[in-house]
């Protein structure tokens, strides 16, 4: 089955009961966050952390509960979105442990301030971004020289696919890539040293890094 283009994210995010739907929704599918949560665990965040289309912010928060000494940026495109993640996870805000910032994968420019990353993430949300090429580009431009970026998300399978209906889970699975479609929009960005890997049971990983040129005799 051929990639079906993300619908209207308004319909999903952009209103107000669509947010507290989607986030509670998060919350009870915490299974998704197993596997991620293990490669951040190898991975060894410290400081700051950069997350990118973040919703209401589940991952960061399971982020910060896990390693006590990690706080996270969350970059999230939608105004209900960062409403609903400050009225489900208000410790979290309060303590400065996650900040939410309004912006979107392909425009980082309100983050300039912040420097440069040691680690950088998005949990499903890759398979959000119009243009995905772009949105890369910019936050490896954010990385710090030994910094990581981290790619989770949904791995589209063919016979899930064909299950009827629109359910979000499956509308989702419907717009994620394959291995081979990943490969093909990493293989043409210049400058970075990228992974993937296929998880179990229906989610992909990426590890991306820059490529560090050595001078000539040394």
């Known amino acids: 089955m051929k990639r079906i283009l993300p619908e209207n994210q308004?319909?999903?995010?952009?209103?107000?009961?669509?947010?507290?739907?989607?986030?509670?929704?998060?919350?009870?599918?915490?299974?998704?966050?197993?596997?991620?949560?293990?490669?951040?665990?190898?991975?060894?965040?410290?400081?700051?952390?950069?997350?990118?289309?973040?919703?209401?912010?589940?991952?960061?928060?399971?982020?910060?509960?896990?390693?006590?000494?990690?706080?996270?940026?969350?970059?999230?495109?939608?105004d209900e979105m960062i409403s609903a993640g400050k009225k489900f996870y208000p410790e979290e805000v309060e303590a400065g442990k996650i900040k939410f910032v309004k912006g979107d994968a392909s425009d980082l420019s309100k983050l300039k301030e912040a420097g440069k990353f040691d680690f950088i993430y998005s949990a499903y949300s890759f398979h959000f971004w119009l243009k995905p090429v772009t949105a890369i580009c910019g936050i490896v431009e954010m990385l710090n020289e030994k910094g990581v970026f981290f790619i989770h998300?949904?791995?589209?399978?063919?016979?899930?696919?064909?299950?009827?209906?629109?359910?979000?889970?499956?509308?989702?699975?419907?717009?994620?890539?394959?291995?081979k479609e990943a490969e093909e929009i990493l293989h043409g960005i210049p400058g970075i040293i990228y992974k993937i890997n296929k998880d179990f049971p229906v989610m992909l990983s990426v590890k991306i890094s820059k490529k560090r040129v050595s001078c000539p005799g040394k």
């Open 153 to 179: 998300d949904l791995r589209r399978i063919n016979l899930i696919c064909g299950i009827p209906g629109k359910a979000g889970f499956i509308d989702s699975m419907r717009s994620s890539y394959t291995l």
């Open 10 to 78: 308004e319909r999903f995010f952009g209103g107000e009961e669509a947010a507290k739907k989607y986030a509670a929704a998060s919350e009870r599918m915490g299974f998704k966050y197993i596997s991620f949560l293990e490669y951040i665990e190898k991975l060894k965040p410290e400081g700051t952390i950069l997350e990118i289309g973040a919703g209401s912010g589940i991952a960061a928060v399971k982020i910060v509960r896990k390693f006590r000494d990690v706080s996270v940026i969350c970059v999230e495109k939608f």
